[in-house]
Structure formats: structure tokens, C-alpha cells
């Protein structure tokens, strides 16, 4: 790996890469972000809005308690999010531990869901409190079972105590086991790593290890995917794709529950990284309950008016 | 995967059924609407539609408003507690909030200015200073200016169109708390907010004569200046007409405060924190299509970081979203009038034949209206007219420096001094800089902050006086022990 030249591996190198990265300062990241809350998005930007959002959805279900008819459930509904509109687009994946991948693969191949992803958390997701040992043994597992997409989590006491090159590694190691088929998102822990600063810092330690998408939050930490942090994320995207010519994508995950808020992260995307960005293969939402709302919010569009919640289902 | 589309959005216009504009208005004068015997037309910027005949005061119009403001002044304003005052201005601030998306609307009917700006910051602020001001109406002696201080008595206020609402609030708001009357001339351009604002003013039942508002151009506000029954003269516009007045007061007893014009530097160090850096350059100079005093005209950018700096404004320039002000998606907005429009084009023109290398975003103009597309000149030099004079559009002169004490020799090397920007994640520069700006402001890490707290006002021939926080308080008291 050549890390598109930015870095050659060694510590050295990644930390005078990490060094030249300018700072953020909290309250302009704040002030951007609610700024750009206040777009108004209406009628057939609305529509667009809402449809594309379904695209991007990874419909998720992390519990210790899911079982493999709810897994299937969720597939059927990520195929077919509207059992009785067949105009409603399906989501970009479906995200789940990797007991649940060849679960998940299985049912969606049966229903003609090819095209839908299983995306599954691995490297002792939700923590990341495991040997490297483990974390490749977890994700082969995962990648055995058919999983699409591997979201990754980092050792977030490793960056907190500076172990940068530990971090990377680690990414690094992972992404091999990847290859170039399956896509691998990163997930920071947003909420843990604190400031702009330091996310910041993770995005571009992460897209230099290779990282295909650099996600915000594992949805078992609050706060998790919170506009200023996405739009420093969309910042980095952004100035990466300057230096190295290679869009990463960003998936925010963790707090995102109704059409107000996918509509306000699908505008922070168009306004900082760019329209470029507007697409699934960059651009994800971790979300459960999101997509109710956003069915609801579109059937409220059609017919004029709010239908109750049980013309949507519950899972 | 589908392919990505333009996230155009669509026209999201904000309703001005919830304004009532009359087709003419007189002036208001001890409490009443008054009728006015000449009349000229108020326009929307951003169509070039009639809104209005606005009254145009001469002498005997001007004459009983004084009146009329001596004579509140005398039998109630100067008798009520400050406690009684201080109810009157809560008053007051709490209708501008339950009206605050007419007062809004009619903001961006009257100016051009968009109506997240007039939704987000005018009004909001506005009501702010009143309810700043109604706290402090009676605890004037705790203020630090001394315990027999005395309110001046009349006050001829004087605002520009660039914020009327919220230069209203700014003039009429501390005068009031400090038991003053008020003669209250609006911008010509921009009446209708201070119009609205008497109609406030009645319904608050603020006895009659406390607030009088006469309309008018330029004519109107001599006669103001040179009134014989005003005590104290406020006024907040160009550096010209400022020195007209400092002029026409100096040889009375009126008391005088004057906010005037300015052409701040913003520095960029290259530890700065670039995004919001960036940030803090389109808002320092394209907030209100750059019609602000204070706005960030001169950017100066240290050597080092002029390619990555310069790279990214323009990208976030192109994405300004420059039309029509009610849409609630407008970041920029209509241009005030004709007349400053071409000022604007031929201060553009001149930069242009300096040798300046002008880049504007690019941008569809609605077909009516005075527009300007947000324009950055680069190789600029202290020599060049558009360094030094202020343009008060959304034009932006850049300039470079290599250390940070040119830098500083450079932002004080103008006759203006309002504001100041600075921007660096280093603590230590941040106090050293601010301390050798010479300007009234300064910003660090973020630029055109206003708040009713912080004293506003300039330097050298940026102004006398400040306004709001306690020093504001003291332009509209006597008695302070230094006259």
C-alpha cells in the first residue's frame, strides 16, 4: 500500500501528515453547521430530498436481542421500504453483527435484493476492546458470511493517547483483509474522541489507511452524529479529495430519527463536500427509525396529508 | 448507485401577507400619526417596486416633533422612575418579538437584505437592545458613571439604511432608558421599520411625544443638526456627512455621537483555523451584501497560506446563493438603492484599472433590481483606492503579509478604525495583535458579532462615542464629571 504517497507507513510520516492538518475552531464549526440548518427545502427538492435519503439509509439493527426473523423483516423492508408503493427506492444496506450477515445475504438474495449491501460491524464493534488478533479474526468471519461493507470501529484509547500509528495500523491491517471488493468504513466514536480536533484528525489518519468511508459513531455513544461533527468530516472529505483526486464517502450514524434531520445532513453534504457527494456510494445515513419517518414525510407529499403510523411498518 | 443530482433547492419564499403596507405615510409626532405635505417613494432593491410615499419634513414638521419631545420630556418622561421607564421599554421589546416576523418582512421589503438575515440577527437584535436597556433604565446610578448623572433631554437621532431596524434599536433604545426623549430621523430608503416601530410605540402606550419619528432625506436631517431645541445629536452613517455635523455642532452646547465609516482589516495568520477562517471572511464582508461599517473589506492574508486561503473562498463564494430576499435560502440579497449600487460599479472600475485582478462568483440576477455578485480584487496594495476607501458592497480587497507586525502596520494604515479581525489558533498573538490594532472592534476567531453588552464605535474617523454595554449608556447621560 502507498498510501497515495501521503504517508510511508512509519510514525514519522504519519505524524508530520497529521501535523500539517489546520485546526477547527469549535464555535465557526458550530455556527457553519446551524447556519446551514436554517435552509428551507421544499416541494420537488423535498421529494428529491426524501428519496434520495431512503437511498442512502444503512438500516440497522445492533441489539443483543435480534433474532433472525427480525433480521429477515428488516431486508424485506430494506428491498421494499413501502410494501405498497414500488416507487419507493430501496436503501443502500442493511447494517448488522456479523452473526446476522449470512442471515441477512441469504434472505436478500431471495428477494431479489441483490443489490442492497450487508454491511457488518466488526473489530469488537461496539468498544473496539479486543487483540488485533481478534479484530482480524471478527472481520474474516463477517467477510466469510458474505458481509459487503465492514464497519470497522478504532481504538479510540489509542488515539486519545496519541498512539496514532497504532491506530492506523490497525485500519491498515484491516483493509487488507478487505481487499479491494468489500468496502470498509471507519467509525470514529465521535462522541468519544470529543473535539474537532481530534475528528478532524481521525478522518484523515483513516483515509490515508484507506478507508472507503469514515463514519461517525457507532449509535451505543451520545453524542453521536451531530451536524458540526459531520460537517467537519465533509470538510475533510473534501480537502482530501483535493490532495489525492479520491472521493471518500462519510456515513453519519447515531441520532438521526426523522426527515428534518436527513434533509439537514443531506444540505450540509451539498454545501461543503458537494453535489458530488449526493450519491449512496458516498454518502450514508445509520439509521433505524429514520426511515419510517421519511415514508411517512413522503406519503404526507402524495396524499396531503399525515397517514397514521400504521400505515408503515414497524419492522 | 444512482448518479448524483444538483441539490438545487426550490423557491422557498417567505409570505408578505402578515405586512400591511399603506400607499403614504406621514411622520409621528406626540403620539399621533401626522400627515405629511410632500411626499417621495420608498422601493423593494430587489424589484424596483413602489412600496410606499414616504413624507418628506421640512421645518415645520421638524419644529413640532422638538416641540413635542420637549414638551414629553418635561411634564412626564423626566418625571417617571427610572423603574416606570424601565416598564415601558420591556414593553416595548416584548410586541417586537410578537411582531417580529412583520417587523422581519417589511425589513426585507424596505432594504433588499434577505430574510434569514432580517429573521436572524436585525430583529432578534433589535429586541434585544430594548430589553439590554429596559435592565438598566433603573440602575443608571450602579453603572459606574457616577450617581447624579442627568439625561441630556432631546435627542436628534440619525440612522442609515443598512440595519433601520436595528440602528433604530441601537439609538432610541438607550436614550429612553436613560430618560431622554427622542426625534428619530429614518434613512430615506428605509422608513417603513421605524413606521412600523412608531405603531409599536402606541401600542406599548409610551406616553405621547417620548418617540417622534419625522421621515425624510438629507434636507430633513440638517434641520435636525442645526434644531435649536435638540441637546444631543446621534447619528450613525458615512464619514462625509459625519464631519457635516460635527462641523455644524461644534460651535454649540448639543452633545454629540457619531458612528461613521470604516475599512476594517481581517488577518488571517497561518495557524488560523482555515474553514472557519473562510467562514469569517465571507461574513465579514458579504453579510448584508457588505453594506456594514464595520465589514471586513480588507482581507490580509500572511504569504504562506494565500494559495490554499484564496482557493477555498472562491469555492465557498460560488455556493453564496445571491436573488430574491424573501427566500428563505438567500444569503445575499439586493443591493440598497441605484445610487449605491454605482458607486460600487465605479469603485469596481477603479480597482479593475489599478491593476487589481478581479474575481466575481458567478450568479443569475433576478431581472429587476440592483444586484452585485460577490467579488474578491487580489493584488492589492495600500496603494490602491480600494484599499483605503470604503465601498460598503460585497467587494473584497486582499492583501498579503509576511510578518505579523506588517500585518499590523497594514491594518492601521487608514484613516478608519471600526473594526478588526483576527485569526489564529494561538493565544498569545490574538492579545498581542488586538493590542496594537487601532480600532474600536475586534474580533478573534469570528467576525461581525453584535451584541447589546459589548460597546460598539470607532477609532480616528470611524466615530466618537460608543454604543451599547455601559459605555453607551454614558453618550445619552451628563453630569458624568468630565464635561
Same mark, same amino acid.
Given at each position: 500500500?502507498?498510501?497515495?504517497?501521503?504517508?510511508?507507513?512509519?510514525?514519522?510520516?504519519?505524524?508530520?501528515?497529521?501535523?500539517?492538518?489546520?485546526?477547527?475552531?469549535?464555535?465557526?464549526?458550530?455556527?457553519?453547521?446551524?447556519?446551514?440548518?436554517?435552509?428551507?427545502?421544499?416541494?420537488?427538492?423535498?421529494?428529491?430530498?426524501?428519496?434520495?435519503?431512503?437511498?442512502?439509509?444503512?438500516?440497522?439493527?445492533?441489539?443483543?436481542?435480534?433474532?433472525?426473523?427480525?433480521?429477515?423483516?428488516?431486508?424485506?423492508?430494506?428491498?421494499?421500504?413501502?410494501?405498497?408503493?414500488?416507487?419507493?427506492?430501496?436503501?443502500?444496506?442493511?447494517?448488522?453483527?456479523?452473526?446476522?450477515?449470512?442471515?441477512?445475504?441469504?434472505?436478500?438474495?431471495?428477494?431479489?435484493?441483490?443489490?442492497?449491501?450487508?454491511?457488518?460491524?466488526?473489530?469488537?464493534?461496539?468498544?473496539?476492546?479486543?487483540?488485533?488478533?481478534?479484530?482480524?479474526?471478527?472481520?474474516?468471519?463477517?467477510?466469510?458470511?458474505?458481509?459487503?461493507?465492514?464497519?470497522?470501529?478504532?481504538?479510540?484509547?489509542?488515539?486519545?493517547?496519541?498512539?496514532?500509528?497504532?491506530?492506523?495500523?490497525?485500519?491498515?491491517?484491516?483493509?487488507?483483509?478487505?481487499?479491494?471488493?468489500?468496502?470498509?468504513?471507519?467509525?470514529?466514536?465521535?462522541?468519544?474522541?470529543?473535539?474537532?480536533?481530534?475528528?478532524?484528525?481521525?478522518?484523515?489518519?483513516?483515509?490515508?489507511?484507506?478507508?472507503?468511508?469514515?463514519?461517525?459513531?457507532?449509535?451505543?455513544?451520545?453524542?453521536?452524529?451531530?451536524?458540526?461533527?459531520?460537517?467537519?468530516?465533509?470538510?475533510?472529505?473534501?480537502?482530501?479529495?483535493?490532495?489525492?483526486?479520491?472521493?471518500?464517502?462519510?456515513?453519519?450514524?447515531?441520532?438521526?430519527?426523522?426527515?428534518?434531520?436527513?434533509?439537514?445532513?443531506?444540505?450540509?453534504?451539498?454545501?461543503?463536500?458537494?453535489?458530488?457527494?449526493?450519491?449512496?456510494?458516498?454518502?450514508?445515513?445509520?439509521?433505524?427509525?429514520?426511515?419510517?419517518?421519511?415514508?411517512?414525510?413522503?406519503?404526507?407529499?402524495?396524499?396531503?396529508?399525515?397517514?397514521?403510523?400504521?400505515?408503515?411498518?414497524?419492522? | 448507485?444512482?448518479?448524483?443530482?444538483?441539490?438545487?433547492?426550490?423557491?422557498?419564499?417567505?409570505?408578505?401577507?402578515?405586512?400591511?403596507?399603506?400607499?403614504?405615510?406621514?411622520?409621528?409626532?406626540?403620539?399621533?400619526?401626522?400627515?405629511?405635505?410632500?411626499?417621495?417613494?420608498?422601493?423593494?432593491?430587489?424589484?424596483?417596486?413602489?412600496?410606499?410615499?414616504?413624507?418628506?419634513?421640512?421645518?415645520?414638521?421638524?419644529?413640532?416633533?422638538?416641540?413635542?419631545?420637549?414638551?414629553?420630556?418635561?411634564?412626564?418622561?423626566?418625571?417617571?422612575?427610572?423603574?416606570?421607564?424601565?416598564?415601558?421599554?420591556?414593553?416595548?421589546?416584548?410586541?417586537?418579538?410578537?411582531?417580529?416576523?412583520?417587523?422581519?418582512?417589511?425589513?426585507?421589503?424596505?432594504?433588499?437584505?434577505?430574510?434569514?438575515?432580517?429573521?436572524?440577527?436585525?430583529?432578534?437584535? *433589535? %429586541?434585544?437592545?430594548? +430589553?439590554?436597556? &429596559?435592565?438598566?433604565?433603573?440602575?443608571? =446610578?450602579?453603572?459606574?458613571? $457616577?450617581?447624579?448623572?442627568?439625561?441630556?433631554?432631546?435627542?436628534?437621532?440619525?440612522?442609515?439604511?443598512?440595519?433601520?431596524?436595528?440602528?433604530?434599536?441601537?439609538?432610541?433604545?438607550?436614550?429612553?432608558?436613560?430618560?431622554?426623549?427622542?426625534?428619530?430621523?429614518?434613512?430615506?430608503?428605509?422608513?417603513?421599520?421605524?413606521?412600523?416601530?412608531?405603531?409599536?410605540?402606541?401600542?406599548?402606550?409610551?406616553?405621547?411625544?417620548?418617540?417622534?419619528?419625522?421621515?425624510?432625506?438629507?434636507?430633513?436631517?440638517?434641520?435636525?443638526?442645526?434644531?435649536?431645541?435638540?441637546?444631543?445629536?446621534?447619528?450613525?452613517?458615512?464619514?462625509?456627512?459625519?464631519?457635516?455635523?460635527?462641523?455644524?455642532?461644534?460651535?454649540?452646547?448639543?452633545?454629540?455621537?457619531?458612528?461613521?465609516?470604516?475599512? *476594517? %482589516?481581517?488577518?488571517? +495568520?497561518?495557524? &488560523?483555523?482555515?474553514?472557519?477562517?473562510? =467562514?469569517?471572511?465571507?461574513? $465579514?464582508?458579504?453579510?448584508?451584501?457588505?453594506?456594514?461599517?464595520?465589514?471586513?473589506?480588507?482581507?490580509?492574508?500572511?504569504?504562506?497560506?494565500?494559495?490554499?486561503?484564496?482557493?477555498?473562498?472562491?469555492?465557498?463564494?460560488?455556493?453564496?446563493?445571491?436573488?430574491?430576499?424573501?427566500?428563505?435560502?438567500?444569503?445575499?440579497?439586493?443591493?440598497?438603492?441605484?445610487?449605491?449600487?454605482?458607486?460600487?460599479?465605479?469603485?469596481?472600475?477603479?480597482?479593475?484599472?489599478?491593476?487589481?485582478?478581479?474575481?466575481?462568483?458567478?450568479?443569475?440576477?433576478?431581472?429587476?433590481?440592483?444586484?452585485?455578485?460577490?467579488?474578491?480584487?487580489?493584488?492589492?496594495?495600500?496603494?490602491?483606492?480600494?484599499?483605503?476607501?470604503?465601498?460598503?458592497?460585497?467587494?473584497?480587497?486582499?492583501?498579503?503579509?509576511?510578518?505579523?507586525?506588517?500585518?499590523?502596520?497594514?491594518?492601521?494604515?487608514?484613516?478608519?478604525?471600526?473594526?478588526?479581525?483576527?485569526?489564529?489558533?494561538?493565544?498569545?498573538?490574538?492579545?498581542?495583535?488586538?493590542?496594537?490594532?487601532?480600532?474600536?472592534?475586534?474580533?478573534?476567531?469570528?467576525?461581525?458579532?453584535?451584541?447589546?453588552?459589548?460597546?460598539?464605535?470607532?477609532?480616528?474617523?470611524?466615530?466618537?462615542?460608543?454604543?451599547?454595554?455601559?459605555?453607551?449608556?454614558?453618550?445619552?447621560?451628563?453630569?458624568?464629571?468630565?464635561?
Amino acid at each position: 500500500m502507498n498510501f497515495y504517497g501521503l504517508v510511508d507507513g512509519t510514525e514519522a510520516s504519519l505524524k508530520k501528515y497529521l501535523g500539517a492538518l489546520s485546526g477547527v475552531d469549535q464555535v465557526g464549526a458550530d455556527a457553519r453547521a446551524a447556519m446551514l440548518a436554517t435552509r428551507s427545502i421544499k416541494t420537488s427538492s423535498k421529494r428529491w430530498a426524501i428519496d434520495t435519503a431512503i437511498s442512502m439509509v444503512d438500516l440497522t439493527t445492533l441489539e443483543g436481542a435480534d433474532t433472525p426473523g427480525k433480521v429477515q423483516a428488516l431486508c424485506t423492508k430494506a428491498v421494499r421500504p413501502d410494501p405498497m408503493n414500488s416507487d419507493v427506492p430501496s436503501v443502500g444496506a442493511v447494517c448488522v453483527y456479523n452473526d446476522m450477515v449470512r442471515i441477512a445475504r441469504t434472505h436478500l438474495d431471495s428477494i431479489g435484493g441483490e443489490h442492497v449491501g450487508v454491511a457488518a460491524v466488526s473489530t469488537a464493534f461496539p468498544s473496539g476492546r479486543a487483540s488485533i488478533e481478534v479484530k482480524i479474526q471478527d472481520t474474516q468471519d463477517a467477510l466469510d458470511a458474505g458481509a459487503s461493507e465492514i464497519d470497522m470501529v478504532i481504538d479510540r484509547g489509542a488515539f486519545l493517547r496519541g498512539d496514532y500509528i497504532g491506530v492506523f495500523n490497525e485500519i491498515v491491517q484491516i483493509r487488507e483483509l478487505c481487499g479491494t471488493r468489500v468496502h470498509l468504513k471507519v467509525i470514529f466514536e465521535t462522541g468519544e474522541l470529543v473535539t474537532y480536533d481530534n475528528v478532524r484528525k481521525a478522518s484523515f489518519l483513516a483515509m490515508a489507511a484507506g478507508a472507503d468511508f469514515i463514519k461517525t459513531s457507532t449509535g451505543k455513544v451520545t453524542p453521536a452524529a451531530t451536524p458540526p461533527v459531520v460537517l467537519v468530516m465533509l470538510e475533510a472529505v473534501r480537502d482530501f479529495y483535493t490532495m489525492t483526486n479520491t472521493r471518500i464517502g462519510v456515513k453519519p450514524a447515531g441520532g438521526i430519527k426523522n426527515t428534518k434531520d436527513a434533509i439537514k445532513q443531506l444540505v450540509l453534504v451539498n454545501e461543503t463536500a458537494g453535489p458530488e457527494w449526493l450519491t449512496p456510494s458516498l454518502f450514508r445515513i445509520g439509521a433505524s427509525s429514520l426511515l419510517n419517518d421519511l415514508l411517512m414525510q413522503r406519503m404526507k407529499m402524495d396524499d396531503g396529508y399525515y397517514a397514521s403510523p400504521a400505515y408503515v411498518t414497524i419492522d | 448507485m444512482e448518479t448524483s443530482v444538483n441539490f438545487d433547492y426550490a423557491p422557498a419564499p417567505e409570505s408578505r401577507a402578515i405586512v400591511r403596507i399603506k400607499p403614504t405615510y406621514g411622520h409621528f409626532i406626540a403620539g399621533k400619526f401626522v400627515t405629511g405635505r410632500k411626499h417621495f417613494p420608498t422601493i423593494n432593491p430587489a424589484t424596483e417596486e413602489v412600496l410606499s410615499q414616504i413624507a418628506l419634513a421640512g421645518k415645520s414638521e421638524v419644529d413640532s416633533a422638538v416641540a413635542a419631545a420637549r414638551k414629553a420630556y418635561i411634564t412626564t418622561w423626566s418625571k417617571l422612575s427610572g423603574k416606570e421607564r424601565g416598564k415601558y421599554l420591556f414593553r416595548i421589546a416584548r410586541i417586537m418579538q410578537e411582531r417580529a416576523r412583520e417587523f422581519a418582512v417589511l425589513e426585507t421589503l424596505d432594504n433588499g437584505k434577505p430574510i434569514r438575515e432580517s429573521r436572524d440577527v436585525d430583529v432578534p437584535l *433589535a %429586541a434585544a437592545h430594548f +430589553f439590554y436597556h &429596559a435592565g438598566w433604565a433603573d440602575k443608571l =446610578e450602579f453603572a459606574g458613571l $457616577g450617581t447624579s448623572t442627568k439625561p441630556h433631554g432631546v435627542a436628534g437621532q440619525i440612522i442609515p439604511w443598512n440595519f433601520p431596524l436595528l440602528m433604530l434599536a441601537w439609538k432610541v433604545a438607550p436614550a429612553l432608558a436613560t430618560g431622554n426623549t427622542v426625534v428619530l430621523k429614518p434613512a430615506e430608503s428605509t422608513s417603513l421599520t421605524a413606521l412600523l416601530f412608531a405603531e409599536v410605540c402606541q401600542q406599548a402606550e409610551l406616553p405621547a411625544g417620548v418617540v417622534n419619528i419625522v421621515t425624510g432625506d438629507g434636507s430633513t436631517g440638517a434641520l435636525l443638526v442645526n434644531h435649536p431645541g435638540i441637546d444631543k445629536i446621534a447619528f450613525t452613517g458615512s464619514t462625509e456627512v459625519g464631519k457635516i455635523i460635527a462641523r455644524a455642532v461644534a460651535p454649540t452646547n448639543k452633545s454629540v455621537t457619531l458612528e461613521l465609516g470604516g475599512k *476594517a %482589516a481581517n488577518i488571517i +495568520f497561518d495557524d &488560523a483555523a482555515i474553514d472557519e477562517a473562510i =467562514e469569517g471572511i465571507v461574513n $465579514g464582508v458579504f453579510f448584508n451584501q457588505g453594506h456594514v461599517c464595520c465589514a471586513g473589506s480588507r482581507l490580509l492574508l500572511q504569504e504562506s497560506i494565500v494559495d490554499e486561503v484564496l482557493e477555498k473562498l472562491k469555492v465557498r463564494m460560488a455556493k453564496i446563493r445571491v436573488g430574491d430576499p424573501m427566500d428563505k435560502n438567500t444569503d445575499l440579497g439586493a443591493i440598497n438603492s441605484k445610487e449605491q449600487l454605482l458607486k460600487i460599479q465605479d469603485l469596481s472600475r477603479v480597482g479593475e484599472s489599478e491593476g487589481g485582478a478581479r474575481w466575481s462568483a458567478p450568479c443569475d440576477f433576478p431581472k429587476k433590481g440592483f444586484w452585485f455578485a460577490p467579488t474578491i480584487f487580489t493584488g492589492v496594495t495600500q496603494a490602491h483606492r480600494i484599499a483605503r476607501e470604503e465601498i460598503f458592497g460585497p467587494v473584497l480587497s486582499v492583501l498579503t503579509f509576511r510578518t505579523p507586525q506588517e500585518a499590523m502596520d497594514k491594518a492601521n494604515n487608514t484613516p478608519f478604525g471600526l473594526s478588526a479581525g483576527i485569526w489564529s489558533e494561538k493565544g498569545s498573538r490574538i492579545l498581542w495583535a488586538s493590542q496594537q490594532l487601532r480600532a474600536g472592534v475586534i474580533w478573534a476567531n469570528t467576525f461581525n458579532k453584535f451584541d447589546p453588552t459589548s460597546p460598539f464605535g470607532g477609532y480616528k474617523e470611524s466615530g466618537w462615542g460608543r454604543e451599547g454595554g455601559r459605555h453607551g449608556l454614558s453618550a445619552y447621560l451628563k453630569g458624568l464629571g468630565h464635561e
